[in-house]
């Protein structure tokens, strides 16, 4: 799981204490691997009768393929948060959006390999036609009370901590 070799001048890493922690650290150019988490973002939509758009995950998405999600992505790394929202929702949905406020952050550790803190926002449509693309290969709009298999223990946590619209 952890890098073997420095990502700037391909020498084999050491393991040095820095920061309290053991991390890789090069000992020809001096770099140290802090091993952070990256961005993750997700829009929630809902319906006048507040139900919400749900995307089923593909093969394409790697992590819960044929699980449910709130539509999400990951930031790019010269990429504002909201920008990286708006950018991501449309690939996989169709949908333009508004982003009217935040909604959750939280730590997903699903991925061993890539941890995230992903930052949930409220969104309203403003155009487009729903069609998934991308990581989903289906769309729709489900109720709380009856939420399909979901593939981020955190988008639960978020969903049930969400009141009526
Ligand atoms: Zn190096």
Redesign the pocket.
């Known amino acids: 799981m952890e890098f073997r070799f420095?990502?700037?001048?391909?020498?084999p890493?050491d393991r040095q204490v820095r920061g309290d922690r053991l991390r890789p650290v090069?000992?020809?150019?001096?770099?140290v691997h802090y091993r952070n988490p990256t961005a993750g973002v997700a829009v929630i939509v809902r319906r006048d009768d507040g139900a919400l758009l749900l995307g089923r995950r593909g093969p394409k998405a790697g992590t819960g393929a044929g699980q449910w999600c709130i539509p999400c992505g990951h930031v790019e790394w010269d990429e504002d948060v909201r920008t990286a929202a708006l950018r991501e929702f449309a690939e996989e949905t169709g949908l333009s959006v508004r982003l009217t406020g935040l909604a959750a952050v939280e730590s997903n550790f699903h991925d061993p390999r890539q941890h995230t803190v992903g930052i949930w926002f409220h969104g309203t449509v403003t155009g487009g036609a729903l069609e998934p693309d991308d990581d989903l290969v289906e769309l729709g709009w489900f109720f709380i009370g009856a939420l399909p298999e979901l593939a981020f223990v955190t988008d639960r946590r978020v969903i049930e901590g969400l009141g009526t619209p």
């Open positions: 420095c990502p700037h001048c391909a020498t890493l090069c000992p020809n150019c001096g770099y």
